[in-house]
């Protein structure tokens, strides 16, 4: 900007110095006029008018020049203008876009310290890996062991069910054999029985049990074997001792002698306190008489109590408790 006013000036100081110039030409003409002809007058006269034109062309060439600097001056001010306005948006966008690296900075170091913790920790991984590795390595070891171990036994087990499987067919086939022996001789038992006891009132034959009524063997409330009921269980005994004497050693049996109450309660004013006691008495009566006066063995004998607990006939009828009122004899297995 400087400059252009110093081109304007220039042009402008040349501008006065050619008027200067050409006033003192003026001057001097017409000082000389007087001393000059006519024709030397019209030449100076023409070559003054010529340099007076030449002075006002150079003076028009030097306006056209300077305004077209001028105008120049005023294209580069705007230029300058611009390019001032470019440079501050260049700077804002500079500035922008250094604030912006800035932040990509920040992230970039974070990241860098996120991927630096991701390779340690994979580092890590890749360690608890490999160990996860070598101990998966002994863990299937160990299973592939315990496997074969397991296999072994399976095999060891599966000989020693299958011998016992044959054992126990054989055991089976043994027990259906006694079974269906012991079943002749009970037969046989309940059948002398039968032959022996009769028809007789109080004794009856219910499935494979012989049963007589508490009545016939003992006194109302009393666990002690009457008179009449010791000949009962005589002719029971001598048959038994009859029957046990044919029944092979192997076969495993026991006479079973159960005591049945009715429902009515006891005064509790005797010896035992309820039904249950009182059965149960009964039923030990029968086995001791037949263990200690008949001479039937003890392992062969079994006494149990049931009170009112198992009926055979439920009805609230003297009847049906004169029935529930009884001891059963039994051949079964041990």
């Known amino acids: ?18 008027l200067a110039a050409a006033q003192a030409a003026k001057a001097e003409l017409e000082r000389q006029f007087g001393e000059l002809n006519a024709e030397e007058l019209k030449a100076q006269l023409q070559a003054a008018l010529e340099a007076q034109t030449q002075a006002q062309e150079d003076a028009a060439a030097q306006r056209s020049l300077a305004e077209e600097r001028a105008a120049l001056l005023a294209v580069a001010r705007d230029t300058i203008a611009s390019e001032q306005e470019i440079s501050t948006e260049a700077q804002r966008q500079t500035a922008l876009l250094n604030q912006q690296m800035a932040a990509l900075r920040g992230q970039l170091g974070s990241l860098q310290a996120l991927l630096d913790d991701y390779e340690e920790r994979n580092e890590a991984a890749e360690v608890q890996i490999q160990t996860l590795g070598q101990d998966l390595n002994a863990a299937l070891a160990r299973a592939a ?69 508490s009545e016939v063997l003992f006194d109302t409330g009393s666990a002690v074997l009457s008179a009449e009921g010791r000949q009962e269980v005589a002719k029971v005994a001598n048959i038994l001792r009859t029957v046990a004497a044919e029944i092979p050693e192997g076969l495993n049996w026991v006479i079973r002698v159960d005591g049945h109450t009715d429902n009515v309660p006891l005064g509790g004013a005797g010896r035992y306190r309820d039904n249950w006691e009182l059965s149960q008495g009964r039923a030990l009566s029968v086995v001791r008489y037949m263990v200690d006066a008949l001479g039937i063995p003890p392992s062969r004998l079994a006494a149990n109590g049931f009170g009112e607990f198992q009926p055979v006939n439920p009805a609230d009828t003297p009847e049906a408790r004169a029935q529930n009122r009884r001891i059963e004899l039994k051949l079964t297995e041990r």
């Open 145 to 213: 062991s315990e496997e074969r171990r397991r296999r072994l036994l399976e095999e060891a087990e599966r000989i020693r069910l299958e011998a016992e499987a044959e054992a126990l067919a054989g055991q089976n086939q043994e027990l259906t054999a006694q079974a269906e022996d012991l079943q002749r001789y009970r037969s046989e038992f309940f059948g002398r029985l039968r032959d022996v006891l009769g028809d007789q009132e109080g004794v009856r034959i219910e499935g494979d049990r012989f049963v007589f009524s």
């Open 1 to 18: 900007m400087t400059l252009a006013l110093e081109a304007q000036r220039q042009e402008a100081e040349d501008t006065l110095t050619l």
